[in-house]
């Protein structure tokens, strides 16, 4: 689970790396959602290869993507020409995809809920660390060296692959085959509710990509910003404990809907709010994108007890990461903060519809619990 926190670390806090990208190497915050594309772009390729593949990689791969990712986040520090820098974070969004899609796999073959809450709740905490101490770092140093500082991921994910054999393990990791019989019994649902997640990982890429630059505009300081992103992300690690449940508490159409307005909290603040409004509202999309990720993540794999859908269920994070910026860049680009929230809200009503109608699909099937009941008992039932 380490390993799938290190994978998705970096969206914890772009906005206070952007910002310090800006500093350091004059970047204008218009080429922000770029450089997150960029990223983006370069994970879900990593991520759509270890799907289709991740069964047939020797453990090799994955110490030599950690080990590119390393020198990507050196080079970083040390590059100011916009071509060099989007082809860096390229390269380290590819290695970053390879391990966070086997990793996250892995972690939910068994309680899908639990690992994708637990890789979350240590993301948001270790971004909530790395957000406080970047802008202290740039400010008793250089902006250049705190982003250097941020070579020790990449470095721990190559200790961690080194040195257990087990971290990255292909048991079960078949290729691509038939649905299980716990995602036949209903595709729909399966399916439905991953394209939710990339839908909602969507609309919060697009709000939190631009969330940073905004905030420059309606003259909000740096300290303020990485402030208000440790504070949400605190505040995402409390609910990624709330949410970490094989059963739903609330249903989660309902935690759908909520969530799709706690996203669009930043625009609302940084256009009508000071600098309280903006850190209340950046906590409060760290509360609704953990809820309903997690939720929608969970509810996808425990469709199935195959490893090759379940790599595609992490694959929609990446996908999302990338789309989200792509096109809230494009739709900002066009119509300005106007066509960002349009984007963001067409985003929010399309997964919100999908995800209830995969929750209206049939009723709801109790999710596997292995210290409940055997695997052969779980898909006995569903199959009745």
């Not at 903006?278 to 760290?286: D, E, H, S, T």
């Not at 609704?288 to 469709?303: D, E, F, K, N, Q």
């Not at 929010?348 to 049939?362: P, T």
Request: net charge positive.
């Amino acid at each position: 689970m380490i390993l799938g926190c290190i994978g998705c670390l970096q969206p914890g806090f772009d906005p206070v790396f952007l910002t310090l990208l800006t500093a350091a190497h004059g970047i204008d915050p218009a080429y922000h959602g770029w450089v997150v594309t960029a990223t983006q772009a370069g994970m879900a390729a990593g991520s759509l290869a270890t799907w289709r593949w991740g069964s047939r990689f020797p453990r090799g791969v994955f110490a030599m993507a950690a080990a590119i990712a390393a020198l990507a986040a050196l080079l970083t520090a040390q590059t100011g020409h916009l071509a060099s820098l989007l082809g860096l974070r390229a390269a380290y969004g590819v290695a970053m995809g390879v391990i966070y899609t086997q990793a996250m796999s892995t972690a939910s073959a068994g309680r899908p809920h639990g690992a994708y809450g637990a890789v979350f709740l240590s993301q948001l905490v270790l971004a909530t660390g790395i957000a406080l101490a970047l802008p202290a770092i740039a400010e008793a140093l250089d902006p250049q060296s705190a982003l250097a500082t941020l070579v020790l991921a990449p470095l721990g994910a190559f200790a961690i692959v080194a040195l257990s054999p087990r971290a990255l393990s292909h048991e079960g990791q078949q290729g691509p085959r038939p649905l299980s019989a716990a995602a036949k019994a209903d595709p729909l649902n399966a399916w439905l509710t991953a394209g939710s997640s990339l839908l909602f990982i969507c609309a919060t890429m697009m709000v939190w990509t631009f969330s940073g630059a905004l905030a420059v505009r309606a003259g909000i300081s740096e300290s303020v910003i990485g402030q208000a992103v440790a504070l949400g992300s605190l505040a995402g690690a409390g609910t990624a404990l709330l949410v970490m449940r094989e059963r739903p508490i609330v249903p989660p159409a309902l935690t759908g809907l909520l969530s799709g307005a706690t996203l669009l909290a930043p625009i609302a603040a940084t256009q009508l709010g000071g600098a309280p409004a903006f850190i209340a509202a950046i906590v409060a999309l760290n509360i609704g994108s953990t809820a309903i990720i997690v939720r929608t993540s969970g509810l996808a794999s425990a469709a199935s007890r195959d490893a090759w859908f379940r790599r595609f269920v992490a694959c929609t994070h990446a996908l999302g990461m990338i789309l989200g910026p792509l096109v809230g860049s494009l739709a900002s680009g066009l119509f300005g903060d106007s066509g960002l929230l349009a984007a963001a809200l067409c985003a929010i009503a399309a997964a919100s519809l999908m995800l209830f109608v995969a929750q209206s699909a049939r009723p709801a099937v109790r999710t596997w619990h292995p210290r409940e009941e055997s695997l052969d008992e779980y898909l006995t039932r569903v199959q009745h």
